[in-house]
C-alpha cells in the first residue's frame, strides 16, 4: 500500500507496521493538529511555533479571549502553512459544561483540497467535507 508518512499517534498495524497517512488530507489535518495544540517553546529549535491550545482551557471566557485565540491561529498558520487558506475560524464556549470547541474551515488553493477540522477540550474530532 502506498503511504505518505506515518499517522501520530503511532499505532500498531499488522500490515505496514503502524497506521499510515495514506493521502494529503490526512497529512495536512495532522500537521493542523500539530500547530493548534503544540505549546510555544514546546518544540525544540523553534520556541515560537505552536497555538498552545491548553494555555486557553482555563481562561475566563470573553471576547478578547476568542479574538485572542482566533488571531494566534491566524498567524500560526500564515507563518508555518502558508499554502492553507482559512475560510472560517468558529471559536465557541458552553459555560454550562466549560467546553472549548474550535472549528476551522480551510482549503488548499494548489491541489484543490478543502476540509474542516475540530478540537474540543483538547480532543480531536476529524470531520470534513469531501476532497474536490
Known amino acids: 500500500m502506498a503511504f505518505i508518512s ?11 507496521g503502524y497506521v499510515m497517512n495514506t493521502t494529503l488530507t ?7 493538529k500539530n500547530l493548534i495544540l503544540t505549546a510555544p517553546g514546546e518544540r525544540m529549535m523553534d520556541p515560537t511555533f505552536g497555538v498552545g491550545l491548553r494555555n486557553y482551557l482555563f481562561s475566563q471566557n470573553s471576547y478578547a479571549l476568542e479574538e485572542n485565540l482566533r488571531s494566534r491561529i491566524n498567524q500560526q498558520v500564515s507563518k508555518y502553512m502558508p499554502f492553507i487558506k482559512l475560510s472560517a475560524v468558529n471559536i465557541g464556549f458552553d459555560d454550562t459544561t466549560q467546553l472549548l470547541s474550535i472549528s476551522i474551515e480551510y482549503h488548499i488553493p494548489g491541489i484543490n483540497i478543502k476540509d474542516r477540522f475540530e478540537v474540543t477540550n483538547s480532543t480531536v474530532r476529524n470531520t470534513g467535507f469531501q476532497t474536490i
Open 6 to 16: 506515518p499517522a501520530l499517534p503511532f499505532e500498531r498495524d499488522v500490515e505496514d
Open 26 to 32: 490526512q497529512v495536512f489535518k495532522q500537521n493542523l
